[in-house]
């Protein structure tokens, strides 16, 4: 069975500072990655995804993350956060082909910026 | 209207109230999805809907039943709710096809409180 980890329930950084929210995964094949973004009282937000290709993808709002097969890895960094960045940050992980359509999210990381 | 939506937003009832939840995706999207969010709990999958036929129900209670009539609206209705059904009730669309599942677009949510 899937699974994902994030073994960081919450996360405080100051503005300005670097971020890398770890997630890593449990899977018998590449999967299809996903990071959401959550803020109080919303819906989850596409941040970034990772189907093949460079293990390095680029999403909105500044964010990347970096997909490590040896690792079972897929962590989400940000070179220097925005007090707006605060928000849950969920990983998230689907089958690639015959395993329907059924994503399996890790607990979220709650973020806190401090000014 | 754009991606996906929720109505209401916030929803306050009483244990022998019926009410309905309704979400409408804009995006084309062949496949729908209801998701519990509770406090301090992992996202939790409740329904699934392929081209509006339901292919998944997670040990779902009754009291929650699901209706898909066409590819962009999805309704949970309910009735003699408990109060540990108070929770963010999210709805999401994806494309899926043969080749694998894609990214999942969630709507706003709708803030349910059970009295």
């Known amino acids: 069975a899937q699974s994902v980890t994030q073994p960081d329930i919450h996360i405080t950084v100051s503005e300005g500072a670097s971020l890398e929210l770890r997630c890593n995964y449990s899977?018998?094949?590449?999967?299809?990655l996903f990071w959401y973004v959550q803020s109080p009282g919303q819906g989850l937000q596409l941040l970034l995804k990772y189907f093949s290709g460079d293990t390095l993808v680029q999403g909105i709002k500044g964010f990347e993350a970096e997909f490590k097969r040896s690792q079972s890895s897929f962590n989400l960094r940000k070179p220097s956060v925005h007090w707006s960045d605060a928000a849950e940050y969920f990983c998230a992980v689907g089958p690639v082909t015959g395993g329907g359509n059924k994503l399996t999210f890790g607990t979220g990381t709650q973020l806190k910026v401090e000014l | 209207e754009t991606g996906v939506t929720q109505t209401p937003r916030h929803l306050v009832m009483g244990m022998t109230n019926k009410k309905s939840l309704k979400c409408e995706q804009h995006l084309g999207h062949n496949a729908m999805y209801w998701y519990k969010q509770s406090a301090k709990k992992p996202l939790e999958l409740m329904f699934v809907y392929n081209f509006k036929e339901q292919t998944e129900n997670n040990s779902v209670p009754s009291r929650f039943s699901p209706e898909c009539p066409n590819s962009s609206h999805l309704f949970l209705h309910l009735h003699t709710l408990q109060p540990e059904d108070s929770a963010l009730y999210l709805c999401a669309s994806s494309q899926v096809s043969t080749s694998g599942s894609y990214e999942q677009y969630f709507g706003p949510g709708t803030r349910l409180t059970v009295t």
């Open positions: 899977y018998g094949a590449t999967p299809y």
